[in-house]
């Protein structure tokens, strides 16, 4: 089974920066797409940024031109970095890997990283 590890949380002030990471432990064959959400207290899990295999990136109005999602397929990784952060992006954020394998659908998700953002 594929593990998906989460890191690079923490707590930093109104317009600092942060960069998540999410690091797959196990073997993974397949097509692969790439996602972060984020659930802030009281309110529903959204979903922030995507990259597809191909490279292809898309976000959440909140966040474009603040956040920049990446990967490194070699090393199984998926990284968040969080630019001009505002108190409105404090959320437990997760990683989450959706791979395709023919006609096959599988998808894995992070234990969560805690970002808070103070004002």
């Known amino acids: 089974q594929v593990q998906l590890v989460e890191s690079g949380g923490g707590l930093v002030q109104t317009g600092g920066s942060l960069r998540l990471s999410c690091a797959a432990s196990?073997?993974?064959?397949?097509?692969?797409?790439w996602n972060w959400y984020r659930q802030a207290p009281g309110k529903q899990r959204e979903l922030v940024a995507t990259?597809?295999?191909?490279?292809?990136?898309n976000y959440a109005d909140s966040v474009k031109g603040r956040f920049t999602i990446s990967r490194d397929n070699a090393k199984n990784t998926a990284y968040l970095q969080m630019n001009s952060l505002i108190p409105e992006d404090t959320a437990v954020y997760y990683c989450?890997?959706?791979?395709?394998?023919?006609?096959?659908?599988?998808?894995?998700w992070g234990q969560g990283t805690q970002v808070t953002v103070s004002s």
């Open positions: 989450n890997l959706v791979v395709y394998d023919g006609s096959t659908r599988r998808m894995y």
């Open positions: 196990g073997s993974i064959l397949g097509i692969k797409t």
């Open positions: 990259i597809t295999s191909g490279g292809i990136t």
